[in-house]
């Protein structure tokens, strides 16, 4: 992608209603998933976004339902966000002041680099590489803003 299109505040920017599309490459056994879904951002009780994520995984051929749960708290200042798992722990910070960002996130020996992009007011992408002992994977969600 060439150009980012900067985020001034990010909680706004995310609010509301996104298509969610994403593939999955394991890069060790050539395997390869598709997730299809729903994100929706919605307000979190003192203050923030609470990340709902669901649809279909579909993974060598077989398809089951899939879901996720994430907060999104408000960062040092308006364009930077606080991601943490549903039970609070840390996941990762998140600017998207520029348009872009990248970030880390260390689980057990494998790391996840994650990489952030903003298309435009209505979509953006994440595209996590994860290298380690256990896992070699490439998960890429192209996010469409719905309404």
Known sequence: MGEFWPVPDALTYLAGRWRAERTVRDLASEATGEFSGTT???????????????????????????????????????????????????????????????????????????????VDEDHWRTLWRVRGPAKDLILTTDYAREG
Do not use: I
């Open 40 to 118: 929706v951002f919605g307000p979190l009780e003192g203050g923030g976004l609470l990340h709902r994520e669901s649809g279909t995984f579909v993974w060598q051929s077989v398809p089951r339902p899939a879901e996720r749960t994430l907060r999104f708290l408000p960062g040092s200042s308006p364009g930077r966000v606080d991601v943490r798992f549903a039970d609070g722990r840390p996941f990762h910070d998140l600017d998207l002041t520029s348009g872009r960002h990248v970030a880390d996130h260390p689980c057990s020996a494998d790391l996840y680099r994650g990489e952030f992009t903003v």
